[in-house]
């Protein structure tokens, strides 16, 4: 007996000294929740620290606006047309293998952009941050949604967003403080943090979801969707900024134009599709869907036109524009974890109604900022926007994940993230075809490089219409989105 309890007991040790609890826990859904906020946070930190960076990084790198705003474009169009394939492989292979795998590639991502020397370098580097945020995109709503019941899933994703707008607010603040050293650090960053996210979850997550019956990958599928959809979102962005009769945008129409038809028809007859597309039989996924990518649509342009507006129209420095842009999160801080209880107890159809209708207002009346306007009135206003998104986001996704079967989680998370991100895309182009229609270059080579502050109120004035005239487009979408999250089905998660 005395050589058995000496085999066992050093075993016992190791399982006390392991970090984390195991998955039959009622507690390992809040070790689980850390390391998908902890995603959330590396991806909303760097989004803000990047775009308060861009009027210097136009400075530093000398390039143009069209390579300055790929290097945001990049990024999300390679997270966008790769996280359907990031979602499908985690339902193959494990989700924890595929999430801690992102984090690693973010990394090494983040450093190599950190030490490019122009403008074409740092793009090919932000498609490789893309390649790696596809991976964390798809598989963080689809982890809190396997560890948590389902009468408490918008709760956590109410903490989750909740986190992403601490990003939000830290973002852009630390971005300002990181230029001011280099803007090389805006990228460094990045790498403790997400090594420490790799860490994390390779001793905490566990395995939950069985891995999808239907085994093999759609890889013609994949190749059409993939070719397709970027051809799209090449078209649409370069279109706003070159012209609608550049020959590369009407190549990127017409492949899409022929190959995403063709994508849908190779889904419907495949064995083991890269996307179900029966899940969006379900009215609730499908209603909760567009509304997903109308949310995009509007948040992201957003925060584009207000980094040049107080950077370019009002002349503040990078950390000022930063703390003037914290109204935004703030409000999404205080409402996304409130939002989710509510919506756990009471059914997400009104709060996400009405989260959109409060963005509306909002957006409505940031048409009454100027050149000379006080912080009073953008910081009442961006706060309204934000506290709209907070009501609106984590009811949404619980009631898109709670919708779909377990095994399908995986692309479900897929699809939220291609529909959310390819309206940020649609969103940029857009406010970059409105905001520089009818200005002259110089004026616009000023105000998007952050020296616009010398310029007197009639050379900024088309500006300031043209920035009105986006808001105004803004709150049209968002009462769409109101209007299509009112005609979904309720959704009350503990029926």
């Known amino acids: 007996m005395a050589p058995m309890s000496e085999h066992v007991a050093p075993t016992v040790r190791l399982r006390r000294r392991r970090v984390g609890v195991e998955a039959s826990s009622p507690n390992y859904k809040w070790w689980a929740l850390s390391c998908t906020s902890l995603g959330m946070l590396l991806a909303a930190t760097n989004s803000g620290t990047l775009i308060i960076a861009l009027p ?37 292979f494990g989700r924890k293998r595929a999430y ?8 090494a991502a983040s450093l190599g952009a950190g ?19 596809a991976f964390l995109f798809a598989n963080s709503a689809a982890l809190v949604t396997d560890a948590f019941p389902r009468e408490q899933l918008g709760v956590a994703m109410g903490a989750n967003s909740m986190v992403a707008a601490i990003g939000l607010v830290l ?22 943090l997400a090594l420490a996210g790799a860490g994390w979850g390779a001793v905490v997550l566990r395995e939950l979801a069985k891995h999808d019956g239907a085994r093999g990958f759609d890889l013609g599928g994949t190749a059409t969707f993939v070719v397709g959809l970027t051809g799209l979102v090449l ?19 017409a492949t899409a134009a022929v190959l995403l038809p063709a994508w849908v028809a190779i889904e419907h007859r495949g064995r083991a599709p890269m996307l179900d597309l029966v899940i969006f039989r379900d009215r609730m996924f499908a209603a909760a869907s567009v509304a997903t990518f109308i949310n995009g649509l509007v948040r992201f342009g957003l925060m584009f036109i207000f980094v040049f507006y107080f950077q370019g129209a009002q002349g503040n420095s990078p950390i000022t524009a930063g703390l003037k842009l914290s109204p935004l999160a703030v409000g999404m801080l205080i409402a996304s974890p409130l939002a989710g209880r509510y919506a756990d107890k009471h059914g997400s159809r009104a709060l996400a109604a009405a989260g959109m209708l409060v963005t509306a207002v909002g957006l409505a009346l940031m048409t009454a900022l100027g050149v000379n306007s006080s912080f009073a009135l953008s910081a009442t206003t961006l706060a309204i926007v934000g506290v709209g998104s907070g009501m609106f986001l ?19 998370a897929g699809a939220r993230m291609v529909l959310q991100n390819t309206g940020s895309v649609l969103s940029i182009a857009f406010v970059l075809a409105v905001v520089t229609a009818a200005v002259p270059k110089a004026t616009l080579f000023r105000i998007f490089s952050g020296l616009g502050h010398g310029l007197d109120s009639a050379k900024l004035a088309p500006f300031i219409d043209n920035m009105h005239a986006a808001l105004w487009a803004m709150v049209v979408a968002s009462l769409i989105g109101a209007l299509v999250s009112a005609m979904r089905p309720a959704h009350r998660p503990t029926s």
């Open 394 to 412: 984590s009811p949404n996704t619980a009631a898109m994940m709670g919708a779909v079967p377990p095994h399908r989680r995986g692309v479900a």
């Open 115 to 133: 030490f490019a020397a122009n403008g074409d370098q740092l793009i090919l580097w932000r498609i490789v941050q893309g390649v790696g945020s």
């Open 56 to 92: 210097d990084l136009e400075r530093s790198l000398h390039t143009s606006l069209l390579a300055l705003v790929w290097v945001i474009l990049a990024y999300m169009i390679a997270s966008t047309v790769l996280v359907l394939s990031a979602g499908r492989l985690s339902d193959l």
């Open 171 to 192: 973002g852009p603040v630390l971005g300002g403080a990181l230029v001011g050293i280099s803007w090389h650090w805006v990228f460094w960053f990045n790498v403790p």
């Open 100 to 107: 801690v795998g992102g984090f690693i590639v973010f990394a």
């Open 235 to 253: 078209a649409v962005s370069r279109g706003g900024l070159s012209g609608w009769n550049d020959p590369i945008v009407i190549g990127g129409f």
